[in-house]
């Protein structure tokens, strides 16, 4: 199988942050991978800006470093390298100050797509949307690409959204969320509505849960103090999760066109239940041997905030009424791994014996670490000896489905900044679609806070509190093996 590479318009991307961690790691070595597909037109320009003084030079050279640490090294050409770089210019500007302004008004040019990823701190979202306005750099059709956390509450992102929408109108704005930008979410989608197979039995009278889980191994690290102030519910939960769930959950919309996704994942978040508090479990990571406690990393000994988090969700609309949508996520877990998981319900009646075994069918949907499906149906035994079941996975991992073609996808941020920059917005959140999910979340924290709920504290290297496994228990149900 050979990819399809479809080169994108010329463009000037300012990246607004381009020094920092997030554009090292992810969006310059996630261009240069484009370039090397093909897929960068060779007049397209990248301009780093931020408060360093630093050349077109220094700037090459620092790129060249972070192409070097994250890029594999069979997609490292000396060559190609080279010709990346020479694409790249850099400008200092100070997002909160006016110096440098005028300097980018006058590099950006006005006749190619023009998008401004703003991979700074949130605070610096506003500053950035208005001096771009102020000092003419964007037109109507410009783009900016706006980094999570957006807002930490419903307010605060509707106070943003306002900012934004002061400078630029909403088909300009693309709110990023990488997890949107993984293939198998994608292929949530191709599964869902390009097969009769599945739609049909895609609600509850077929569908006994889902458990959507993303864990991981690592700590918060030298980031607890941020992450002290944002939490699993803030930082994972009310966008990646809630964006999984959205796609799982929501109606077929009438094409594959960005307004009509989004209306169909914004239904969703209005139709979530308001969740208990004894639907909700939370955790946070004890010290081991090699690493301190979630509290030694927070550096805050009074800490209340989850490092872990799971809880049953339900959705109130005639599709998902009594079939519960199980979420859970967390740090330094017992593996790295995320997943959607459709558990099926068992057959009505059973015509074999009944120690012949029955399983109900699975469709797991790996986001990592291999990005695939899985599909267990039921077969018999093979051999004599009557009629005995076991189930088997029909397996599509795309390394071994599609061959190394298949499996050499682009990086989520790769795909979605050239979304951008073909102007498709599908795999964005709209302004709404935030404001509805923070409006969900926001009581379920409050309540938190009100109480004072403390989470309890789990061992490293295992699947979170006890209480995460009765959660699923008391219904008659468990949680799928992290592995
Ligand atoms: P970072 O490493 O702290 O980098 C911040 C960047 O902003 C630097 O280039 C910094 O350069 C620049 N900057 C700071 N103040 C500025 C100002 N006043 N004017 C202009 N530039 C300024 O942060 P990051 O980890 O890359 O994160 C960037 C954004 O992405 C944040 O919103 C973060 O939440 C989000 N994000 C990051 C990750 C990740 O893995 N890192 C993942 C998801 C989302 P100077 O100091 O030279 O100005």
Not at 38 to 65: L, T
Not at 164 to 183: M, N, P, T, V
Not at 269 to 284: F, K, M, S, T, Y
Request: aromatic share 8%; net charge negative; charged share 30%.
């Amino acid at each position: 199988m050979v990819s399809r590479v479809i080169p994108v318009e010329s463009f000037d991307l300012v990246i607004f942050g381009g020094t920092g961690d997030l554009a090292r790691r992810k969006i310059l070595p996630g261009l240069y991978r484009r370039f090397l597909a093909g897929q960068m037109p060779e007049d397209a320009r990248v301009i780093g800006a931020a408060r360093s003084d630093m050349d077109d030079d220094g700037y090459r050279a620092m790129v060249r470093e972070a192409i070097e640490e994250f890029v594999s090294e069979q997609k490292r050409k000396p060559d190609v390298v080279e010709a990346f770089l020479g694409q790249l210019h850099y400008t200092a500007i100070d997002a909160k100050g006016e110096g440098g302004w005028d300097k980018l008004a006058k590099l950006v040019r006005k006749d190619v797509v023009q998008a401004f990823y703003f991979s700074v701190g949130p605070s610096l979202f506003g500053d950035l949307a208005t001096r771009l306005h102020k000092h003419k750099i964007a037109n109507p059709e410009s783009r900016i690409v706006v980094e999570k956390p957006f807002g930490r509450d419903q307010d605060s992102a509707k106070a943003l959204n306002a900012v934004l929408a002061a400078s630029f109108d909403e088909h300009q704005i693309y709110r990023i969320d990488h997890y949107l930008g993984k293939e198998t979410v994608q292929n949530l989608m191709a599964v869902r509505f390009a097969n009769m197979l599945f739609e049909p039995l895609w609600n509850a009278q077929y569908i006994d849960h889902v458990q959507i889980t993303v864990a991981e191994t690592v700590g918060v690290g030298g980031r607890g103090g941020y992450y002290d102030k944002s939490g699993a519910m803030r930082d994972m939960i009310q966008n990646h999760l809630m964006q999984l769930l959205c796609l799982t959950a929501m109606e077929p919309p009438s094409q594959f066109e960005p307004d009509a996704v989004r209306d169909e994942k914004l239904k969703v978040i209005r139709a979530l239940d308001p969740v208990a508090a004894e639907n909700i479990v939370r955790g946070q990571y004890a010290a081991d041997e090699d690493q301190a406690s979630y509290i030694e990393h927070s550096e805050n000994p009074e800490s209340k905030t989850e490092s872990f988090i799971a809880m049953k969700v339900d959705i109130s609309n005639w599709r998902w009424k009594g079939t519960p949508f199980y979420l859970r996520t967390g740090k330094r877990l017992k593996a790295r791994m995320s997943e959607i998981v459709i558990q099926f319900k068992e057959v009505p009646h059973s015509i074999f014996e009944e120690d012949a075994g029955s399983k109900a069918n699975v469709l797991a949907i790996r986001l990592q670490p291999d990005e695939g499906m899985d599909l267990r149906v039921t077969i018999k035994e093979p051999g004599p000896g009557g009629m005995r079941l076991v189930d088997v996975p029909l397996d599509m991992t795309f390394a071994e489905a599609l061959g190394p073609e298949g499996a050499d996808v682009p990086d989520a941020y790769e795909r979605l900044i050239m979304d951008v920059i073909r102007g498709n917005q599908t795999l964005f959140m709209r302004g709404d679609e935030v404001e509805a999910a923070w409006a969900w979340t926001d009581p379920i924290i409050e309540g938190w806070q009100k109480r004072g709920d403390k989470p309890a504290q789990y061992e490293p290297g295992t699947t979170g509190p006890e209480d995460a496994l009765m959660l699923l228990h008391r219904d008659g149900r468990r949680w799928r093996e992290l592995k």
